[in-house]
Structures are given as C-alpha cells and as structure tokens.
C-alpha cells in the first residue's frame, strides 16, 4: 500500500487543522492504548481522542457487537424513531447507570456531539425558569457553536465566533482568586440589586475544567455551589462531556461531591468507541419540551447506541472504579516526583482520577515537553488559556505496563527540556 504524502493535508485541507499539526505523521492503526503510523511506528496514546476514547481504540467486544450489528443490517440512521438498538440503550443506561444511583433523569438525544448537548441544555434552562442569562466559569469550555461558546472562557476561542457573545455572565472558578471565597462573590452579585447580574436561569460548570487547565473544583465549593442555585431557584448543568464516563473515577463526575445536577451533559466517551453520540440528562418535571422543540437529523446514531450498550458493561460493577483508582495514585504519585525532581519546570500537578496534568510555570515548556514526548513515542496534549499544561488522558483500561512506560517517556522528555535534574 502506498504512503500518504503529508501534502495532502497541507495543500487541501483548511488551515483550521490542529492536532495534525501536533501530530506530524499519518496514522492508520490502533488497538487498545496504542496507535502506529504509515512507517510503523509505534505510540502509547496519552489523548485517548481528547477524552472520547476512555476505554482505548477498538474495544474488542464493542468491535464485535458493532460489526455483528452490520452485518445483519441493522438500522444506521433513523432521526429519533423508535429502534430496538436506541431502546436497548436506553433500558441498560436506567438499570446500570441511573437507578443504582438514584437519580431520576429523562434522556434526550439533542444531536451527537459536545456542543449539541450543551446548546440544548442552554435552551432548556431558559424554556424553564423564563430567564435568558446563564452564569459560567472563568476558564470553562462547553463548545465551538454560538450559545456554546458564550458561556466558554477561553479569548482565542470565542473571538472565532465573529459576533457578540451574549446572555452570559462570567463568574470566578474554584482557586481563581487564589482564596475560597469565589462563591462568596458569585452570590453578593446575586444579592445586590445594583450589581447589574439579573437572576440567571442556569448555572453551568465543568467539575474539572479540561480545556481550561486540569482545574479542579474542591466537593465544598460544588455543594456550596448547588446550594446557591436552590436558593435562589436557578438550574445547576454540569457538563460532563469530558470529564465523565469515569475519567475522574466514578461515571459522573459529580458523584465524589455528593451533588444531583439539574441538567447533565454527556458526549465523548459515552459510545465507548469514539462514535459521535451525546444525551442530555434532566430531571423528570424539567421535561416541558414541545414534540420536535429541539431536533437534529443524527441524533438517532443507531452504532452509537450499540457501542455504548456494550460499553455499560464495564459499569455492571465497580472493578474497573477500582482500577482507574489504582492508576490514579501511580500517575499522581509519578508527576509529583517529576516536579520535585525538576524544578525547572516551576510544576503544579493538577487533576482528579486519569484527568491529570502538570501547570508548568514556565508556560512555553509544557507545550515543548510534549513534542518531545512525540517525537519519543507518546501522544499527549496541551491545556490551559496559554497552553500551559501537559495533559494526559491514558486509557482507563490501559495496561499498567504501558501507563508506566508512557509516564517515563514523559520524565525523559522534561530532562530532555530542561537539561539536568536535581539529584537527591
């Protein structure tokens, strides 16, 4: 088989194109936490397609129900019409995911990516309470389309946009004013008729903040959080786009904080398989939709819904809970030890679970350690406004041996950047 020229992408793709760019070699293989290229080489993937490929490439078993699915002609496309592949989702998702947590949410199929469940989210909020702001998070990113990126943090991003960015309010994320007291403010601007913020339909909130820098938001501050929207009779959406389906441990990521979100919002890793699928989760007497009030033509993605049944399995107990937990502790424990031993890199180790980074002070470097780790064998990105943290998002289900060997191809890429340890 003959290779594929790089030009290609150069001369005929749009210049919008990024992660080619970090990326600088034309893949065509990938199992489990590995990817290999045209010339056949070999990475361990540290990216797990930005969030969407919790449990690796290829999943065999999903790989086997998808193409067992094929072949006996299932549906593909069907809008929302009733399927025996969308009602089998839909009953496992209850009894494996919703009712041992108790928590009693409808599911509505808005379209299948990030941004559709976000948008919807948004609409719903609105439709319910009658008010038009949503108050959002310094540093957030819910998506690239309008009502997305109006409750979005990030300059570069919403400048792209190219209209004004209204109906939004931007309010100070857990730690942003380096103290605690950031919901304290939030809710003085609330309080205080003078303060030019009207009562907000919704507040919407990332637990960890991936786009925006491996930001962690403390159990106190979200339970103070859901007590403030309460009181004051405004929805709490928590987009768990990226940091859900058990990146941070548990499913949803709220759970460790004890919390039951009005909304939620679902997308990436929820095929299991890095098919384009996403819900969004609603309490049951917030479900005041008119029949076709909110639609889209793929939102019945019929090999969606039969990867992310089969992906549920995992779910059925807590073993792999278990298993996140466990490597947790050894990428936890590994970064600490590359900041300690290499304070050039000025590093902060931020996250939660497998969603975890290192802050570099320096902020040029993070973006440097991670071409080196490229160039080395490993595929991991860059987070925060200036892109400041390397972030690595393994596999839940990744082999320890490869988790360990992708960490050390890190350390030797931060030795490479800033030359010579400190010896202890």
Same mark, same amino acid.
């Given at each position: 088989m003959s290779k594929t020229d790089l030009k290609v992408f150069e001369k005929h793709e749009s210049e919008v194109r990024s992660y080619c760019r970090n990326f600088p070699t034309v893949f065509n293989e990938a199992k489990g936490s590995k990817m290999w290229d045209e010339e056949g080489n070999e990475y361990i993937d540290f990216f797990s397609g930005a969030g969407a490929l919790n449990y690796g490439h290829n999943d065999p078993k999903m790989k086997e129900a998808l193409i067992d699915y094929i072949t006996s002609d299932g549906i593909t496309h069907s809008l929302d019409k009733a399927t025996t592949a969308k009602g089998q989702f839909i009953e496992k998702f209850n009894e494996v995911?919703?009712?041992?947590?108790?928590?009693?949410?409808?599911?509505?199929?808005?379209?299948?990516?990030?941004?559709?469940?976000?948008?919807?989210?948004?609409?719903?909020?609105?439709?319910?309470?009658?008010?038009?702001?949503?108050?959002?998070?310094?540093n957030g990113f819910h998506g690239m389309t309008i009502g997305s990126l109006s409750?979005?943090?990030n300059a570069a991003k919403r400048k792209g946009a190219g209209v004004p960015l209204n109906h939004s309010v931007t309010m100070p994320y857990d730690s942003f004013l380096n103290s605690n007291?950031?919901?304290?403010?939030?809710?003085?601007?609330?309080?205080?008729?003078?303060?030019?913020?009207?009562?907000?339909?919704?507040?919407?909130?990332?637990?960890?903040?991936?786009?925006?820098?491996?930001?962690?938001?403390?159990?106190?501050?979200?339970?103070?959080?859901?007590?403030?929207?309460?009181?004051?009779?405004?929805?709490?959406?928590?987009?768990?786009?990226? /940091?859900?389906?058990?990146?941070?441990?548990?499913?949803?990521?709220? #759970?460790? +904080?004890?919390?039951?979100?009005? &909304?939620?919002?679902?997308?990436?890793?929820?095929?299991?398989?890095?098919?384009?699928?996403a819900i969004t989760l609603f309490r049951s007497e917030l479900d005041i939709w008119a029949p076709g009030e909110h639609n889209g033509t793929f939102r019945g993605n019929n090999h969606a819904f039969i990867t992310a049944t089969t992906s549920l399995d995992y779910w059925k107990d807590d073993h792999l809970e278990k298993s996140v937990k466990h490597k947790a502790t050894i990428t936890h424990e590994y970064?600490?030890?590359?900041?300690?031993?290499?304070?050039?890199?000025?590093?902060?180790?931020?996250?939660?679970?497998?969603?975890?980074?290192? /802050?570099?002070?320096?902020?040029?470097?993070?973006?440097?350690?991670? #071409?080196? +780790?490229?160039?080395?064998?490993? &595929?991991m990105e860059t987070a925060g406004p200036d892109d400041e943290v390397f972030k690595l998002f393994p596999a839940l289900t990744i082999e320890e041996a490869d988790l360990k060997k992708g960490l050390e191809i890190i350390e030797e890429s931060v030795k490479s950047v800033v030359k010579e340890p400190v010896l202890n």
């Open positions: 995911i919703l009712k041992p947590k108790d928590l009693d949410y409808k599911i509505m199929f808005p379209g299948p990516t990030g941004t559709n469940t976000v948008e919807s989210a948004l609409k719903l909020a609105r439709k319910v309470t009658g008010r038009t702001e949503v108050i959002s998070f310094t409750v979005t943090g007291d950031t919901l304290d403010y939030l809710e003085r601007f609330l309080e205080n008729g003078g303060s030019g913020v009207d009562l907000p339909a919704a507040m919407i909130v990332e637990t960890v903040q991936g786009e925006g820098g491996i930001n962690v938001a403390s159990s106190e501050w979200l339970k103070k959080l859901e007590a403030i929207c309460k009181r004051w009779d405004i929805l709490l959406i928590i987009d768990d786009v990226q /940091a859900g389906v058990g990146r941070t441990g548990k499913f949803f990521s709220f #759970e460790e +904080a004890g919390i039951k979100p009005d &909304i939620v919002c679902m997308s990436k890793s929820l095929s299991g398989y890095g098919v384009p699928f970064l600490h030890k590359i900041v300690e031993n290499y304070p050039e890199l000025k590093g902060e180790v931020r996250g939660r679970g497998l969603m975890v980074g290192i /802050a570099c002070g320096e902020k040029e470097l993070a973006e440097k350690v991670a #071409e080196k +780790a490229f160039d080395l064998g490993l &595929i």
